[in-house]
Nanobody
């Protein structure tokens, strides 16, 4: 399995930006699709963004499309989430996740093979 460690979370004012990173080790990173999920207090974990193994295909939740950008660097075994125009409702713990299914994109927590430990993002109004 892939081992994942997130970084880059913090506190930012509404309208600001943050860039999350996820460092991967273990299994060959380029063989797994990657996701970002988030979980706010008292809420279920929800899909944020996904990227295929090569990086050619990306998908986003409606709530973040146009503001967030997912990317990956397979040479560096790294996943990124650039978050712009942040809103208070983006406040959550953000998790990177790996999946090894046949389909290029995954949006479901149940299909995830490996999770990172999470990084807190807090957006103040």
């Amino acid at each position: 399995q892939v081992q994942l460690v997130e970084s880059g979370g913090g506190v930012v004012q509404a309208g600001g930006s943050l860039r999350l990173s996820c460092a991967a080790s273990g299994r060959t990173f380029s063989r797994v699709g990657m996701d970002w999920f988030r979980q706010a207090p008292g809420k279920e974990r929800e899909f944020v963004a996904a990227i295929s193994k090569s990086g050619a295909i990306t998908e986003y939740a409606d709530s973040v499309r146009g503001r967030f950008t997912i990317s990956r660097d397979n040479a560096k075994n790294a996943l990124y989430l650039q978050m712009n125009s942040l809103k208070p409702e983006d406040t959550a713990v953000y998790y990177c996740a790996a999946f090894s299914g046949i389909v290029p994109i995954n949006k479901t927590p149940d299909r995830v093979d490996s999770w990172g430990q999470g990084t807190q993002v807090t957006v103040s109004s």
